[in-house]
């Protein structure tokens, strides 16, 4: 009853149900079908959908939107009829059926078309003559042991997701990134037209043998390239054109063979027996089985690299995948397939003709013993079989036979005119199949953008999008390869290109599987990555068996494109196993570090950066990240109001990693919602990092506005210094004269992502204009342009002042010298400032000298300060009186019960028993400022041990000490404290 019911429903237009089916990548049409199930929504919410396709597919075709499942936000909100999801219309166009080939047609007949071919008809037996039955089999089983194992491989990959055009470079960019994807894809796209020309020249030796023109090698030039032309213009009419011309190029060879195979149960004749095929026996057959090298390409590996393009091709179906309907269930089956039904052509040919066909023969019917009485003695297999081929045999000269005559299958076929034809087929069918695959591959290659100067070559034309710019670099190359003119040399060149190819696939899916990453699930599950892994190895060995120079040069390629393509970081990301590796290893080193001690020699500051969003301040983003940059953990923390949330962008922390990505800064972003900078801070320094790897040092820029602020926030910035020393962390605070807030100066308002959390610093910063394009992607919108800071400049020969105050445990010292191994700082001194008497002094800076040296400090200098016991100038102190004179408290206008509830309402002013208790660290404070601006006027930067602030100090009086201590110092100045825990040590255990 219900299906008699759904078919009434069917036919009523109105009541008629939407298609779940899953959805058929066939057509055009089908791709952008309209979706009548959008009135289907979820009863929870009615713009809430049910699960879709849309949702999850990467993205759909040119011209149309993706579509995409509404957010939280949207959800949460009461829904407006405006928002309600409504069906798709057709917009009318003209729908455009796109030419889509099945896995016989599109994957096993073009394998095979490519897998056959001018190694087949014209040296297969050669070598067979040369390496003998035996080695011949190990040849075959050696290269299809690479081929299948590869192809299992491929399938694997091209099962573990759509695969569009490109093909193989699609494939390992992918999976590897484009790191190593790129240059693979530029060698692969270069060793399909090297093959083309190969096919093309195996062509032009079976016409020239036909019509003798000029000589042997320009009548190969010549008529190879009358025939890449032609094959070019094939391909720019189109690949249904093309098609059809494999199709009849599939039914040329197959007919060929079966007239080979036809040819050798022929009874023989006299004429055929000259030429030194005598039908099975065995004794031939035994004579044919041990190898009899010959010539400059009488050896194993020549033999083998000679052969092995015989075996390439199996990527043919991978590299059109953009015009099959099904490439995950059509590469497996296809491929597979190709390399049995080839393979079982190569064995049977081998054994064919071993088992019929004498190595040496004359071509001349008068050396036969039946015809001529002959009364010398003769020796050689053709004296057992009547013949007398000792003349030509012992001089070398023979012309016929298995070791001489490279066309021995038309002699030995029943009509040799089809064997010429099926030489004309397998060659053009895989010149015109190698000359189609390389600009497919090329063409996604330039449309990735990773090298520069090849995106011409991208631009696709016609309903097909056939990059016939491509296919006019692809024929350029071809040609170049065809004026050589002799097979035998491009061979071993093709080989060497494709076996570094297939290594590197069969790596990407070993490494895809051990990595384990959830994403790796591919529908083809007949694989083993430890045999991807030996097919990868194998496949390099070869290269430099085959011919080690080419090896060489084709690794020293691959290792240019991929440091250039290292260097230049493309700005893309496929989600490749490379990440899932590194998650790996991190994973694993991180937990390892777990079972590992601590140990002072060990320290690496591990530093939380208070930076708000990284490009408001990137000064102190470079300053911290020079001396932690390949040393140390760096996290930049960025503490959000919650009511300034909204605010924010919701893309704020991708923008601000791809800032700290273009201006190569290693560092991690993380941010946090609070209340108060103190409550963000703590719940960051509580929570970042994993094991080991937690950052030990906060860092945060100097408050400059701190008397022109809200006197909360100053408390706030004060309280946020006191719970970091609470929570035995240490300290270090950047001022420079021209501040560190950069905001002011971004253009578009909110998309420079200011953050109350962090009051704007006074700016004197400026665009350096000349530095523009030096980090920056300019081609990728940024939310503030790069800019440039002191710290990113070499800073010569000036020196690092570290006034020692106060023993921390080292980081004083540290900090300095881990800047002097950059380059940028190498040339600077660093010189050590010690508080000492004048009577010591000499033994003060002798001590000093002494522990630094057990440091294995290289310090320009120690001096000792004897004048810091004195009093300050009265008018620096005035000075800073007067920067106090806001935050007093008139305790004389007042009684006692008033001044004890503003001391507990206002914790930041100062009573002047606070200020008489506290006045002589005030002086001294005063007094080495006095000091530093004395003698470091011409410092790169200046290190002040940071004093502690006590429980009781008011924040503003704190404040001024900072202030007191850095005020009028024209370099950078790094107030810093270490937390008292040793970091340096001169002992080897």
């Known amino acids: 009853m219900a299906k008699y019911i759904e078919r009434i429903r069917n036919v009523i237009p109105g009541l008629r149900r939407p298609d779940n089916g899953p959805p058929q990548d066939v057509t055009m049409e089908a791709d952008f079908e309209k979706e009548k199930d959008m009135r289907k929504m979820s009863f929870f919410n009615p713009l809430d959908p049910v699960p879709k396709y849309d949702f999850y597919a990467k993205d759909t075709l040119a011209g149309h939107i993706k579509r995409t499942r509404p957010s939280l936000d949207v959800l949460r909100k009461p829904p407006d009829p405006d928002d309600l999801l409504q069906p798709t219309e057709d917009d009318g166009q003209p729908q455009v059926k796109l030419v889509r080939f099945g896995w016989v047609l599109g994957v096993m007949i073009r ?60 494939m390992i960019s992918r999976s590897l990134g484009p790191e190593l994807g790129a240059p693979i894809g530029l060698l692969f796209a270069f060793a399909n037209a090297i093959a083309c020309a190969l096919h093309t020249v195996g062509f032009a030796e ?47 060879i197959m007919l060929s063979l079966i007239n080979y195979f036809v040819g050798t149960v022929i009874p023989t004749n006299t004429e055929k027996e000259s030429v030194g095929f005598f039908g099975y026996r065995g004794d031939i057959f035994v004579e044919n089985l041990l190898p009899s090298f010959r010539g400059p390409n009488g050896n194993f590996f020549r033999l083998f690299a000679i052969f092995f393009p015989a ?78 081929f000792d003349r030509c045999e012992q001089n070398r000269t023979c012309s016929h036979g298995l070791a001489n005559n490279f066309r021995i299958l038309t002699a030995v076929s029943g009509w040799g005119i089809l064997i010429t034809i099926g030489v004309f087929a397998a060659t053009l069918s895989s010149a015109l199949g190698f000359l189609v695959s390389a600009p497919k591959v090329f063409q996604c290659l330039c449309k990735d953008n990773i090298y520069p100067y090849i995106g011409f070559f991208g631009k696709g034309y016609g309903k097909n999008n056939e990059p016939l710019r491509a296919y006019t670099l692809a024929f350029c190359i071809a040609m170049a390869f065809i004026l050589i003119g002799d097979l035998n040399t491009i061979a071993p060149l093709i080989s060497n290109f494709f076996l570094c190819c297939y290594g590197l696939i069969n790596f990407s899916c070993f490494h895809a599987t051990i990595t384990q990453s959830p994403g790796w699930r591919p529908q083809y599950h007949y694989y083993s990555p430890w045999t991807s892994l030996f097919a990868s190895f194998f496949s390099f060995l070869l290269m430099f068996l085959f011919t080690w120079w080419a090896a060489l040069v084709t690794f020293c390629i691959v290792l240019f494109l991929l440091g250039y393509s290292n260097y230049t970081k493309p700005k893309i990301n496929w989600g490749t196993s490379y990440q899932a590796g590194y998650y790996n290893m991190a994973l694993s080193f991180s937990m390892s570090l777990n079972d590992v001690k601590d140990h002072v020699k060990n320290y690496r500051p591990q530093c939380l950066v208070l930076t708000g969003p990284p490009n408001s301040r990137p000064a102190l983003v470079d300053f911290v990240g020079t001396f932690t940059k390949n040393i140390s953990l760096m996290i930049c923390g960025n503490i959000i109001l919650e009511d300034e949330k909204s605010g924010f962008p919701q893309d704020s922390s991708e923008m601000s990693v791809d800032w700290l990505n273009q201006r190569k800064v290693r560092s991690f972003y993380t941010s946090f919602n609070a209340s108060s900078l103190k409550e963000g801070t703590h719940n960051l320094m509580q929570a970042s990092g994993l094991g080991k790897l937690r950052p030990d040092t906060l860092i945060l820029g100097y408050k400059i506005n701190w008397q022109e602020c809200k006197p909360e926030s100053l408390q706030d910035y004060m309280n946020t210094i006191s719970d970091a020393f609470d929570s035995n962390y240490s300290i270090a605070i950047l001022r420079m004269m021209d501040g560190l807030d950069v905001t ?149 206008q007042l009684d006692e019960r008033t001044v004890q509830q503003q001391r507990t309402e206002f914790p930041w002013k100062v009573t002047d028993k606070v200020m008489d208790a506290l006045r002589l660290k005030s002086e001294r404070k005063v007094r080495l400022n006095e000091i530093i601006r004395r003698n470091s006027k011409h410092a790169a930067l200046v290190l002040v041990s940071l004093p502690v602030p006590q429980v009781d100090c008011p924040s503003s009086l704190y404040m001024a000490w900072l202030n007191t201590l850095s005020c009028g110092i024209h370099c950078p100045v790094l107030l810093i404290r270490g937390n008292q825990q040793n970091v340096m040590t001169f002992y080897c255990q």
């Open 111 to 170: 394998c095979m078309l490519n897998i056959w071919g001018v190694i087949m008809y014209l040296r297969l037996p050669w070598i067979t003559s040369q390496a003998g039955l035996i080695l011949t089999y190990v040849i075959i089983f050696m290269s299809i042991v690479v081929t299948t194992i590869t192809a299992t491989s491929v399938s694997a990959i091209s099962t573990n997701g759509k695969v569009k055009s490109g093909g193989t470079y699609f």
């Open 744 to 892: 002011d100066n971004t253009q578009g308002g909110s998309s420079a992502m200011v953050n109350p959390a962090f009051d704007a610093d006074e700016v004197a910063y400026e665009k350096d204009e000349t530095d523009r394009h030096s980090d920056v992607d300019n081609t990728k919108s940024m939310p503030n342009d790069q800019i440039k800071t002191v710290f990113q400049n070499k800073q010569g020969k000036k020196t690092i002042d570290v006034y020692w105050i106060s023993d921390d445990g080292g980081l004083t010292l540290l900090v300095p010298y881990l800047l002097t191994r950059r380059k940028r700082w190498s040339r600077s001194k660093v010189r050590v400032f010690i508080v000492g008497e004048q009577h010591t002094m000499e033994n003060d800076r002798k001590e000093m000298m002494t522990l630094l040296q057990r440091f294995r400090l290289d310090v320009h200098d120690v001096i000792v300060m004897t004048d810091s016991e004195r009093p300050p100038l009265a008018k620096t102190m005035k000075r800073f009186e007067e920067t106090l004179a806001p935050f007093r408290l008139n305790e004389g």
């Open 311 to 388: 075996a390439t091709g199996i990527l043919s179906g991978v590299n059109i995948c953009g015009d099959l309907k099904d490439p995950a269930g059509g590469i497996p089956k296809g491929t597979l397939l190709a390399i049995l039904w080839t393979t079982l052509s190569y064995l049977l040919i081998s054994v064919t003709c071993a088992a019929t066909t004498v190595r040496d023969a004359s071509g001349d019917v008068n050396d036969s013993l039946a015809l001529t009485n002959f009364t010398t003695h003769c020796t050689g297999m053709g004296c057992k079989l009547g013949w007398n």
């Open 206 to 252: 079976t016409v020239r043998d036909l019509l003798k023109m000029v000589d042997d090698v320009n009548d190969v030039r010549i008529i190879g390239a009358i025939t890449v032309t032609i094959c070019l213009c094939i391909t720019f009419a189109g690949m249904a054109w093309e098609a059809k011309a494999q199709i009849l190029f599939f039914i040329a």
